[in-house]
């Protein structure tokens, strides 16, 4: 819901253009990672995802990348829509908690027309 | 499939007051779980369950209680509301009970406790 944006970071894009959201994880033993959207109102919807033994992924208009030097998860969406207005955010999963994954707080998207 | 519902959407309590939040899902999935999300806060674990009659603690499960009778329904009870329950309630399934399945979220349950 909308109490819940409250306070993220926003990223704003024009329709059509590239966009770029970031995550920094918490835990180099991490092995799985995913990506979520959360429209307003709504449960999360998964996007992609990736295991650590991947450093790119593609999906249809939605690449993650994942940098496990820097601990750093990217996901991009290409020619952005005004659909793709939500917050996203990332989730992993480290090896030690085997359903106990770690959310990060979100990043919310706006399409600008 | 109706995936994963929950009610109800909106509830509001007094303090001391118990309820039971639904959770329901015609997927056949083994695994479900419970969630909150608090502004600021990134999703947190409450209880899951990795089939009928099993269920374990997750992250935060101080004041709730769950069940699994069946595979399809996974209810969470508040013993007795505290404002610090109030929260947007998430119900998750997935279909196996390995680490790397797909989890698909309920549209939530708004509590308020005053």
């Known amino acids: 819901g909308e109490s819940v944006g409250l306070h993220l970071p926003t990223l704003s894009v024009q329709e059509g253009d590239n966009s770029i959201i970031n995550c920094a994880y918490s835990n180099s033993a991490s092995d799985y990672f995913i990506w979520y959207k959360q429209e307003s109102g709504k449960g999360p919807q998964f996007i992609i995802d990736i295991r650590s033994n991947m450093d790119k992924r593609q999906g249809q208009r939605v690449t993650v990348l994942l940098n496990k030097t820097v601990k750093h998860l990217s996901l991009q969406i290409a020619a952005t829509q005004p659909g793709d207005s939500a917050v996203y955010f990332c989730?992993?999963?480290?090896?030690?908690?085997?359903?106990?994954?770690?959310f990060g707080t979100g990043t919310r998207l706006k399409v600008l027309a | 499939n109706a995936g994963v519902t929950q009610t109800p959407k909106f509830q509001v309590l007094k303090t001391g007051q118990s309820m039971t939040l639904q959770c329901a899902q015609d997927?056949?999935?083994?695994?479900m779980s419970w969630y909150r999300q608090d502004p600021g806060m990134g999703l947190r674990l409450i209880h899951y369950s990795v089939g009928a009659g099993i269920t374990d603690q997750g992250e935060v499960p101080n004041g709730y209680n769950v069940s699994r009778s069946t595979t399809e329904d996974f209810p969470l009870r508040l013993l007795s509301a505290a404002p610090s329950q109030t929260s947007v309630y998430f119900c998750?399934?997935?279909?196996?009970?390995?680490?790397?399945?797909?989890?698909?979220f309920g549209p939530g349950t708004r509590l308020t406790v005053t």
């Open positions: 997927m056949n999935h083994e695994y």
């Open positions: 998750a399934s997935s279909a196996g009970t390995g680490e790397y399945y797909e989890q698909y």
């Open positions: 989730a992993e999963k480290p090896t030690s908690g085997t359903y106990k994954y770690i």
